[in-house]
């Protein structure tokens, strides 16, 4: 895991990531905006797609296009074949012990909305609780709500600390004989902490309860890998991780996964079906009902493809590296504060202005091409801990550079010029 | 550059007044109407409060936090509306919706309002011009819910 102190030693690394060739490969990010050179750093809300993944989906609906896993065509054999390929390499991605643990969903949200209805309607029940923290999105709040809300189970939310880490020893009080699933973010979204996942697997394991992973920000972002972290279900999107949007990933564990029952009935999700009975296929088809978005589907394997050919160590290096840069420029412009002050951190850099409200320093910095984030980011339980209404974020990605950040910095100026 | 003109007619002097020191900022303990603005989005809150004697806004306040824009836009609207009767309200907030959403020309006749016509270049900040308006509009009404952007 990265760590901003290590940033002097990361210089040498870091080097041998040729940022200009990476910028090459991203068309959206060669355009001016307002007349200025766009500078993106909203990459925790999305990120931008390399040529590849473009044109992989585009080729797909010029060649391939065919239902899947039906006909005996050409046509639907190709298109069957490239889609099974992805989920082959999401299960190298994230190294998942099997293909069958790899189930396709629209997104992040979808993947956390699936397992508390199956897993989550099968085992909270009434008086049971359910364990997040405080730093969720929310979408790893509202499904536990939604879910506690139908059993009569309650929902307990572990404290994080004034610099927005989980305060471990609190989550570890939480958990008990009541607790039927714990689930948290593996990396912020407003914050940018990561969380120690191993420990949290750990602790909640000793009590024999299973983890939820909302992988969102961090796949994106540092190398999986799920067995090491023993978590039970891995979730994540592929628009955040250079893909396509309403594609996305949910892990679990193959065990938890079989006993699981379905979560929407229809097509391929099904053995045999008669009017008496129907027998569920195996996994993971017991899980992807109806035919499956497989344009994007394979446009996320080229998305996967391109992080594997930079490589996700030498990915969370140049961010680390650019997060600390960020972090010290901005820290020393006067009547600035950064949110988020994680001892373990990464690719997001939330900030708040002395009488400038978030929203103002987001059109401002848009006139000079800068494009952040700004408002609760839906996370809106972290900024009622901060005591704040909402934060300007910057985001960074694999193609970002420390120009940008000088712009960014030189953006902030403007700001206050223009508002002080 | 005309972007910096833009922003110069956003953030026109008067709204930077009015956002930092904002006219009729404070409750009524009083006021026979209350309603509460709310932008889910940014998290923009404001509770506007208003007094109606004999038809007419014999006292308008209102509280809570958001962007310049919004702020200065119900400190502004807090300053015009009050002595006005119902219906002349309501006339001025049909105006003052218009002219943010760029369909009232220059806002010539909108008095000191008229310098939120900028506005009208930043689409994504009409929401943050008309929050208070949308409250007061709700409280005149009795509306007991917040009134939400979304």
């Known amino acids: 895991m990265s760590t901003v102190a290590k940033f002097p030693e990361r210089i040498h690394a870091a080097s041998t990531y040729d940022l200009q060739k990476v910028r090459k490969d991203f068309p959206i990010l060669h355009q001016t905006v307002h007349g200025k050179p766009l500078v993106y750093l909203d990459n925790a809300a999305t990120t931008q797609k390399p040529l590849a993944v473009i044109e992989a989906i585009e080729n797909y609906y010029r060649r391939d296009n065919s239902n899947i896993h039906r006909g005996v065509h050409t046509l639907s054999e190709r298109a069957t074949e490239a889609y099974e390929k992805v989920r082959a390499a999401a299960q190298k991605f994230l190294n998942a012990a099997d293909t069958k643990e790899i189930i396709f969903v629209r997104g992040t949200t979808e993947a956390i909305n699936l397992v508390a209805q199956t897993y989550g309607r099968k085992n909270v029940g009434s008086g049971d609780e359910v364990l997040i923290t405080a730093m969720e999105h929310h979408s790893n709040i509202v499904p536990w709500q939604l879910l506690c809300e139908e059993k009569g189970a309650r929902l307990r939310v572990a404290p994080i600390n004034d610099r927005g880490e989980l305060q471990l020893d609190e989550f570890e009080k939480l958990l008990g004989p009541k607790t039927k699933i714990v689930a948290i973010g593996h990396l912020s979204n407003a914050l940018g902490t990561i969380n120690p996942v191993r420990e949290i697997v750990r602790l909640a394991h000793a009590h024999n309860i299973p983890v939820l992973v909302d992988g969102a920000q961090a796949a994106p972002r540092m190398p999986v890998d799920v067995q090491a972290l023993d978590c039970d279900f891995y979730a994540l999107s592929g628009h955040k991780i250079y893909g396509p949007t309403g594609i996305g990933i949910l892990y679990g564990k193959a065990k938890l996964l079989e006993a699981m029952p379905p979560w929407q009935g229809g097509g391929d999700m099904i053995a045999s079906v008669t009017f008496d009975k129907t027998v569920y296929n195996r996994l993971p088809y017991k899980f992807e009902a109806g035919t499956p978005n497989i344009a994007d589907t394979i446009g996320l394997g080229a998305a996967l493809e391109y992080l594997n050919s930079l490589g996700l160590e030498q990915i969370e290096q140049h961010e680390a590296d650019l997060l600390a840069y960020a972090t010290k420029s901005v820290e020393a412009i006067p009547g600035v504060r950064v949110v988020g002050t994680a001892k373990e951190k990464a690719g997001v850099l939330s900030f708040v202005m002395e009488d400038i409200h978030p929203h103002d320093i987001g059109t401002i910095l848009d006139t000079e091409g800068i494009a952040v984030r700004t408002g609760h980011h839906c996370a809106q339980p972290v900024m009622q801990r901060f005591n704040i209404p909402a934060t300007a974020r910057a985001s960074f990605g694999l193609y970002n550079t420390r120009e940008e950040v000088d712009a960014l910095v030189k953006g902030i100026r403007k700001v206050q010029e223009v508002l002080g | ?150």
Not at chain 2, 40 to 53: S, W
Not at chain 2, 62 to 81: D, E, P, R, V, W
Not at chain 2, 117 to 135: D, I, M, N, Y
């Open chain 2, 1 to 150: 550059m005309s972007d910096v003109r833009e922003l110069r007619e956003l953030y026109q002097e008067v709204i930077l007044e009015h956002s930092k020191k904002p006219k009729n900022f404070r409750a009524i303990e009083t006021a026979n109407h209350k309603a509460e603005g709310f932008n889910p989005l940014c998290g923009d809150h404001f509770t506007v409060y208003i007094d109606v004697q004999g038809g007419a806004i014999s006292d308008i306040g209102f509280q809570g936090s958001g962007c310049a824009i919004s702020k200065a836009s119900a400190s502004m609207m807090t300053q015009m509306l009050k002595g006005k009767t119902e219906t002349e309200a309501e006339g001025i907030f049909t105006k003052f919706h218009d002219l943010v959403t760029g369909h009232a020309g220059d806002g010539q006749d909108m008095g000191k309002l008229a310098v939120f016509a900028g506005v009208s270049e930043f689409p994504l900040r009409v929401k943050c011009a008309t929050l208070a308006w949308h409250a007061l509009r709700a409280a005149l009404k009795g509306d007991q819910e917040a009134v939400s952007t979304e």
